[in-house]
């Protein structure tokens, strides 16, 4: 059946990515609440019973937040890298993650769905090792980067000709940087000097320039994914969908590709509205 992906929630306050093949199943961090993931699921016809691996990318609360209760609860297996999983025992507040027993590296693959991964560029000792991922079934691939200052030389090889792609854009690089030159933001001036840094996250434009390199007439569909937040403060907001998807389309637009941008929600959607299911056959 190739691949079915589903962007559960994207942002920082909460992260989850379901990745199917129709025989096997996991999600892509578990950074919402359970019920919030389970409700999620249930909403698109499948359910935490039919997952068969959660994998977690790093160690910030909004990606593994509640992996210990799905696996506690349903069995689900977690895996992470050692480093990651390292950085979470060591936070003093790791949410359910301490119901987690038997935490292993990433597989190379769950089911019929081959996973790759490959080390990307964010936060530091606290984030453990974050990876993006490459997953494929029956000749389709999905790409997955969130959270990455940078792209890096591997992530752009493996990512190029994807059928789709999940990719930061994380925040919109004029409104930071005005923010950066406005005294009444100087209290928050270090956290947006690390976002814009190659350790921080990808902005809207660093996710074009990412996807000029590796869309191809494959692509069928594009996320932006990880929005900022403040969504709801618009003197405080760094970007959102709209802002984020039209630099991203002139990228598409630039190759003249047919490329679809698709929805994705922060955890605060808009009532009523689902994330798109892309089905990759
Ligand atoms: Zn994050
Ligand atoms: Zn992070």
Not at 204 to 210: D, F, L, S, T
């Amino acid at each position: 059946m190739g691949l079915e992906v589903c962007v559960l929630a994207s942002g920082s306050s909460g992260n989850c990515t379901y990745v199917s093949s129709g025989g096997s199943a996991l999600l892509v961090d578990a950074g919402l609440a359970a019920r919030d993931i389970i409700k999620r699921l249930e909403e698109i016809g499948s359910g935490p019973g039919k997952l068969d691996a959660i994998l977690i990318s790093h160690s910030h609360t909004d990606h593994f937040r509640s992996a210990g209760t799905l696996f506690a609860r349903y069995g689900v297996p977690v895996f992470t890298a050692r480093e990651t999983l390292r950085a979470i025992d060591h936070k003093p507040a790791c949410g359910s993650f301490w119901r987690v027993s038997g935490c292993r590296d990433f597989p190379d693959r769950v089911g019929d769905i081959s996973i790759t991964t490959f080390p990307v560029p964010h936060g530091g000792r606290d984030a453990g090792r974050p990876v993006g991922f490459l997953f494929e079934s029956d000749g389709r691939r999905l790409g997955h980067v969130t959270d990455c200052g940078q792209m890096p030389r591997k992530g752009l090889e493996l990512l190029r000709g994807a059928d789709a792609l999940v990719l930061e854009a994380n925040y919109h690089e004029a409104v930071l940087r005005h923010k950066l030159r406005d005294p009444a933001f100087a209290a928050y001036w270090p956290y947006l000097r690390w976002v814009d840094s190659p350790t921080g996250h990808l902005s809207n434009q660093q996710c074009a320039q990412v996807l000029r390199q590796v869309l191809s007439e494959r692509t069928r569909a594009v996320f932006p994914a990880h929005i900022s937040e403040n969504h709801y403060d618009a003197r405080r907001d760094n970007n959102d969908f709209a802002t984020a998807s039209s630099v991203v389309m002139m990228a598409v637009a630039e190759l003249g590709l047919g490329t679809r941008i698709c929805r994705t929600y922060r955890k605060e959607r808009t009532p009523g509205k689902r994330s798109e299911v892309v089905r990759l056959a």
